[in-house]
């Protein structure tokens, strides 16, 4: 696809969960783009894709499918990001990686545009995409920790298979319609692909996302623990979350539990959070109103209801946080960066 005005850019991973909702943000946003490469591997190397009505040929990512690439958008797991993401930066294109490869390297800016847009300022030619959790969390906290100074979170979360790419939604829809025909139910890929041994995924909520470390907490947990302190830029907050996947396609949901340095009021947290940018308040319990995946996916917000303080400590809150974690949790948040690199003249256009 060639046009006059706008940027060169890749999608890695264009034939993945994620990489289809990066297109569909491009598509959706009007992203000025003056060329669009599909890569994937060589499994899927001359499929067709469909992007604003034009089919698109799919081709192999390469170090040399990144010539002429200003921006690349990767979601094709973390070894590819790791070997390709350096040979399109030594291209000269702007990497925007959705996998954990660089998430923690110092050298690479983590970034939230709603929290941290300051930081992609820093880039080397690579800036990470965080974790899905992660992103809505401290999308709708940032607004709080402004005001209020913020000093512990405890996050448990409830995410969608969708998260574990598209065969593990796969594996939800044939695992729920063996459970009701009453036939055998394949444990393939849930909770983490490569494991010897995996659980059902439907009608189950398992306490397991990727592997798990030393200290008891899964990778994912620690994902969010780090990449917190990151995007804050403060590594005394305290972080502890605990990941669960449940038996839903799209949109994850956290009960999040903070305490603040200093007093609040519910009534202005309600309304620092209506104001806050990319957030939307969905808080009428009377009406039984409050987040829903099913609401949340296929949008771009992050939705926050069940607003209530602790029982006990003056300084604690409670919210209910949803997001689609292939648009907020990833597409969208990379996209948006580069909206922003874009608007910030980060870029040039060619
Ligand atoms: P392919 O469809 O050719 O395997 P998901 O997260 O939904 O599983 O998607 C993973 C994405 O990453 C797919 O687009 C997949 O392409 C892509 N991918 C996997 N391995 C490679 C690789 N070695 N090189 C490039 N893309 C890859």
């Not at 992103?135 to 607004?143: F, N, Y």
């Not at 899964?218 to 995007?231: A, G, H, L, V």
């Not at 987040?291 to 006990?312: H, M, N, S, T």
């Amino acid at each position: 696809m060639e046009k006059n005005t706008g940027y060169h850019v890749a999608v890695v991973g264009a034939t993945g969960a994620v990489g289809e909702q990066m297109l569909k943000m491009l598509e959706d946003r009007q992203f000025p783009l003056k060329s669009l490469k599909v890569l994937a591997s060589a499994r899927s190397a001359g499929q067709k894709v469909t992007f604003r009505g034009e089919e698109l040929t799919v081709e192999e990512a390469t170090p040399d499918a990144f010539e002429g690439v200003q921006i690349a958008l990767f979601s094709a797991g973390g070894s590819v990001s790791k070997k390709l993401a350096p040979e399109a930066a030594k291209r000269g294109a702007v990497c925007i990686d959705n996998t954990s490869a660089f998430r923690m390297d110092p050298e690479v800016p983590l970034v939230v545009p709603e929290v941290n847009p300051e930081a992609m300022k820093q880039h080397k030619g690579i800036i990470a995409n965080p974790n899905c959790s992660t992103i809505q969390m401290v999308a709708a906290l940032q607004p709080l920790r402004e005001k209020y100074g913020m000093e512990r979170i405890i996050v448990s979360t409830y995410q969608a298979v969708s998260g574990a790419g598209a065969k593990a939604i796969q594996e939800l829809e044939d695992q729920t319609r063996a459970v009701i025909n009453g036939e055998e139910v394949k444990k393939e890929i849930m909770p983490v692909g490569s494991l010897p041994k995996h659980h059902q995924i439907a009608f189950n909520a398992i306490p397991q996302i990727d592997v798990f470390l030393e200290n008891g907490f899964t990778n994912e947990e620690m994902k969010m623990t780090r990449e917190t302190k990151k995007i804050f830029g403060d590594e005394n907050i305290a972080v502890s979350a605990t990941c669960v996947r449940i038996p839903v396609v799209k949109g994850h949901s956290e009960a999040v539990y903070v305490e603040f340095q200093n007093d609040f009021e519910i009534d202005e947290v309600r309304s620092l959070l209506e104001q806050a940018p990319g957030v939307v308040v969905v808080d009428n319990p009377q009406e039984q109103e409050y987040p829903l995946a099913l609401d949340a996916a296929d949008k771009i917000e992050v939705f926050v209801g069940r607003l209530r303080r602790d029982l006990d400590h003056p300084r604690g809150l409670h919210l209910w946080i949803v997001s689609d974690n292939l648009l907020k949790g990833a597409a969208w948040n990379a996209v948006q960066i580069a909206e922003e690199l874009v608007k910030s003249g980060l870029i040039e256009e060619k």
